[in-house]
């Protein structure tokens, strides 16, 4: 079964930082754009980040540009996203997803082949 996984959730205070990662289970991510989105309570699924399946080409949402980086490994078998000088309206459940797309591209549009399951990010003080 082809599926996403994404782990490195967890509460922080209003500052602190994580690190999220997300991994393919059933198949490699090689070949994937890989986007990063975020659904608090109330509100509409949004992007966050997104890498090309190269990795030269990132894109961020405004809301958190300069604060968090997207990367993923040589191998390509796992994305991440730095979350640094975190803030109260960060919370929010996390997913990865992954799509097909032409080379050096990626989206944060939801239109997305996979998705995992999310984890949840949390912060307070």
């Known amino acids: 079964q082809l599926q996403l996984v994404e782990s490195g959730g967890g509460l922080v205070q209003p500052g602190g930082s994580l690190r999220l990662s997300c991994a393919a289970s059933?198949?490699?991510?090689?070949?994937?754009?890989i986007g990063w989105f975020r659904q608090a309570p109330g509100k509409e699924r949004e992007g966050v980040s997104c890498i090309s399946n190269s990795g030269g080409s990132t894109k961020y949402a405004d809301s958190v540009k300069g604060r968090f980086t997207i990367s993923r490994d040589i191998a390509k078998t796992t994305v991440y996203l730095q979350m640094n000088s975190l803030k109260p309206e960060d919370t929010a459940v996390y997913y990865c997803?992954?799509?097909?797309?032409?080379?050096?591209?990626?989206?944060?549009?939801?239109?997305?082949?996979?998705w995992g399951k999310g984890t949840l990010v949390t912060v307070s003080s």
């Open positions: 059933g198949f490699t991510l090689a070949g994937y754009a």
């Open positions: 997803a992954a799509v097909l797309r032409p080379i050096g591209t990626c989206t944060m549009t939801p239109l997305m082949d996979y």
